[in-house]
């Protein structure tokens, strides 16, 4: 067994010298050791407990950056519990496994870069050595189990694993006393069970910047030449003809006037209705005649109502960028009209409501949509408005909104108001 590890991590550092890579790291190499336990078969009255007694060493292959393949080795030893009698057996086995990166599958680079999780299946050979019985047991096993890994840098990775193995053909029990011949049925099917929980370290190796086990497409650098591409397509992208904040590849009005106050797809906002553009409208949540600068000549107009039914109709909304609490340059007036209205209704009161999109962990969405109402609350109150006027709440994730559209779950990193 020994000369078949031998030569196979000899083949594997073979290949390893020939192996090309650019993107990430194929190759690395495992170190655990632990605790073990004998579940069955064993003599009646024999009892094993759970103690130290298993190491394991290995090489892994990654495919690419979700599947792969190891070879390891382990050996360790099974004593007696408590008031059993005195037992002792060694083992050893052999195991070529397949390797899933389940962090990867499962997009966990969406919330960490620390943390990620490993599956293993496979089958391999062994023998059980119990000192009370002479004969070397010769098995087959079947085993699989969990690793969890947490990166320490880009050449290690602190490792916890929990494994289960299931002995083929194996004739003797665990403590050595009891046999099982060729002829019992269970000869030849399954019979033994036990289990490893191991930490360890991977030792990554190769050329490259990371692992496959960390590795990110959308982390991959660029040329010199492809970033100087892309650089010049953004700049196309980002200009801004009119000034109005959004980007003419955005703008739907990309030719709005000099200070007007536009939606997150560049049009000119009349809040009210009125025919008056916002930024030329003293009442902006109030429709009045042009010959009133947009103010209702009535003395007791409802401005509540308006400023009601604008918040209502989607026109007052501060917007974030992805992952931000930072209100976006071209809304971030819009808590200059609130809090201007609330100046001059002083019997108002309202409620910031922060919103996110769907992307991401949802206890995540909901913190970061918390953050966004602080932030613009925060705002209200450095413009002069009474705390006991304004509340804040994160709403988490909009749902309302087509989460495959770039353009829609910009709509929904928001924060509203509502008037109480």
């Known amino acids: 067994m020994k000369k078949i590890l031998l030569s196979t991590i000899m083949a594997g550092c073979v290949a390893l010298s020939v192996n090309a890579q650019s993107d990430y790291n194929k190759w690395s190499l495992e170190l655990n050791g632990g605790f073990n336990h004998a579940q069955a078969p064993l ?45 002792s057996t060694n083992y050893y086995r052999l195991n070529l496994q397949g390797v899933a990166n389940l962090g990867r599958i499962m997009k966990w680079e969406s919330f960490t870069r620390t943390f ?10 062994g023998q059980v050595r119990p000192d009370a019985n002479p004969l070397d047991d010769n098995v087959y096993n079947i085993m699989g189990g969990l690793t969890g890994q947490i990166k320490l840098g880009e050449r290690v990775a602190l490792t916890g694993d929990i494994s289960t193995i299931v002995n083929g053909r194996q004739t003797v029990s665990f403590d050595g006393n009891t046999n099982v011949g060729p002829n019992d049925p269970s000869f030849q099917g399954p019979k033994a069970n036990w289990w490893t929980g191991t930490i360890g370290l991977n030792f990554y190796l190769g050329k490259a910047s990371t692992h496959a086990d960390w590795y990110v497409e959308a982390d991959k650098y660029a040329t010199k030449a492809e970033l100087a591409q892309q650089i010049g397509e953004i700049k196309d992208m980002l200009k801004d003809s009119d000034g109005d904040g959004i980007p003419d590849y955005l703008d739907k009005e990309p030719n709005t006037p000099s200070g007007a106050r536009v939606d997150n797809m560049g049009r000119t906002l009349d809040s009210d209705g009125d025919g008056i553009p916002d930024h030329l409208d003293k009442c902006p949540f109030a429709p009045g005649p042009a010959s009133n600068n947009g103010c209702p000549i009535e003395e007791e107009a409802k401005e509540v109502d308006y400023f009601k039914k604008a918040i209502n109709e989607g026109y007052v909304n501060v917007y974030f960028a992805f992952d931000s609490a930072k209100p976006l340059g071209y809304s971030a007036s819009a808590t200059n009209y609130v809090a201007n209205f609330l100046k001059r209704n002083p019997g108002v009161k309202l409620e910031v409501k922060g919103f996110a999109d769907e992307l991401g962990p949802e206890d995540y969405n909901m913190k970061l949509s918390e953050r966004r109402a602080k932030a613009v609350y925060d705002l209200l109150i450095s413009a002069g408005i009474d705390a006991s006027r304004v509340t804040y709440k994160g709403y988490g994730e909009d749902t309302s909104v087509d989460k495959q559209s770039a353009d829609a779950r910009q709509l929904a990193r928001r924060t509203s108001f509502e008037v109480q």
């Open 116 to 125: 990620n999780l490993l599956g293993h299946l496979g089958a391999g050979i």
């Open 43 to 87: 003599t009646p009255n024999y009892f094993s407990p759970i103690g130290l007694g298993h190491v394991d060493f290995g090489v892994r292959y990654m495919f690419n950056d979700k599947f792969g393949a190891k070879l390891d080795y382990g050996l360790g030893s099974f004593n007696e519990k408590g008031d059993t009698p005195a037992f």
